[in-house]
């Protein structure tokens, strides 16, 4: 049974059978479920809840998936790998969940390779970001129709940013918006909109 999940720090801390508490050096409901079948597993081959914990506490999650980054005067949650529709939710709701004394902002770039359903997709993400960030800047032609689902869910058009790159999205951000220490900034996005850019001289 999985109970007391805290997101701190750009950590996740969670409990098995309400007495097994676990650690990993990540965010996101996501990667607990995936913890979760891991334990499962290792049960099941005889090792102890200590030992995998002991592990798992220590492991080092991949670049560009959900990490907290921190730089001077900014925060990010950095889920720049890949963007598809599930993991795209799943990252909105981290950035909702997590606790920030500031704005939460949101960079999104288009999700590639959806065929026929790309828009309605890119306008259900749209609705999604207006129930959680307060600032949006829609990267790529596709997430300009996220823009019009956000504004439509009244998200005000200030609040509203839209460009073709990630390098003129780092602008609008670090110039623009200036966001400070207080604020979460999500950057997510399909691997050929090239998000990482948004960290570039940072």
């Known amino acids: 049974m999985l109970s007391s999940i805290k997101h701190y720090s750009g950590k996740t801390q969670f409990c098995v059978n309400k007495k097994h508490k676990f650690v990993l050096k990540t965010l996101g409901l996501g990667n607990v479920y995936n913890a979760l079948a891991a334990i499962v597993c290792g049960l099941i081959l005889g090792i102890t809840h200590r030992e995998m914990a002991s592990r798992l506490v220590k492991f080092e999650f991949p670049e560009g998936r959900l990490k907290l980054r921190e730089f001077k005067l900014s925060r990010f949650i950095d889920d720049t790998y890949n963007s598809n529709p599930a993991s795209l939710m799943q990252a909105l709701k981290t950035l909702r969940d997590f606790k920030a004394g500031g704005q939460k902002i949101f960079v999104m770039g288009d999700m590639l390779e959806l065929g026929k359903h790309a828009r309605s997709l890119h ?44 390098s003129q999205a780092r602008e609008i951000l670090f110039k623009d918006i200036a966001p400070d220490k207080k604020d979460i900034i999500l950057v ?7 998000m990482e850019e948004i960290f570039n001289n940072r």
């Open 188 to 194: 997510k996005g399909s691997r050929a909109m090239k």
């Open 123 to 166: 306008y259900q993400a749209g609705l999604e970001a207006a129930k959680i960030c307060d600032k949006f800047i829609a990267v790529g032609r596709l997430s300009r129709i996220a823009v019009e689902a956000a504004k439509k869910s009244g998200l005000e058009a200030k609040n509203i940013f839209s460009c073709d790159t990630s």
